[in-house]
């Protein structure tokens, strides 16, 4: 099998990638450079037409959407320390936690500088840019109360949920939230930076 990360570290991405050192399995990195907006040249437009990063190539086969990325990733590791439980229900636990991420608390986040998504409004844009710290803060809100189990996410054993919440965590300051308000989440951040594959990773920024 042949795979290769094309990404970036600043993003989402970084999710990804995470996983796929977690995974021990051989896979190749392409930094796509989103600050000259490499992401919209008609090269890699052809590899992902979203515009987004990560993408996954499989064998030649293009998959994005970090939850389905990191899903499979977990599917095709099965003896790493990203490996799905056996316990149906508990899988989908971690489906809908990942679900939240990407549906709400990265939307959320969006609003900061991606308002044209939503409105050709510059005061909407504006809008949208001053309520991020107050929808942060909400989504951070939720997890650390009702959704966090510690250490880990989903309690004792790692999981894919995890280097989705750390990437997303590393916006919280530019976002104008205090991780501190969030002891939970706060201490799964810490460990998450100890990890290996976290070290590795992040170096490459």
Request: proline share 5%.
């Amino acid at each position: 099998m042949k795979l290769q990360l094309q990404s970036n570290v600043a993003t989402i991405g970084a999710a990804s990638h995470i996983a796929l050192v977690e995974s021990e399995l051989e896979f190749t990195f392409v930094n796509i450079d989103m600050v000259n907006k490499q992401q919209q040249s008609s090269e890699y437009l052809r590899i992902n037409p979203k515009a987004r990063v990560p993408s996954l190539i499989v064998d030649g086969k293009v998959l994005t959407e970090t939850p389905a990325i990191l899903f499979y990733l977990a599917q095709i590791a099965p003896d790493s320390s990203i490996a799905l439980p056996q316990n149906a229900l508990e899988q989908a636990n971690i489906q809908s936690f990942n679900s939240y991420l990407c549906s709400t608390v990265h939307v959320a986040h969006a609003h900061k500088m991606r308002g044209s998504r939503w409105s050709d409004d510059t005061e909407v844009h504006q809008k949208l840019t001053e309520y991020v710290p107050t929808s942060m803060a909400q989504c951070m809100a939720l997890i650390e109360d009702d959704m966090m189990q510690g250490p880990w996410v989903h309690g004792e054993q790692f999981s894919i949920s995890d280097p989705y919440l750390f990437a997303i965590c590393s916006w919280l300051e530019g976002d104008g939230v205090s991780i501190s308000n969030y002891p939970l989440i706060a201490a799964h951040y810490k460990l998450m930076l100890e990890r290996p594959a976290v070290k590795q990773v992040l170096a490459i920024s």
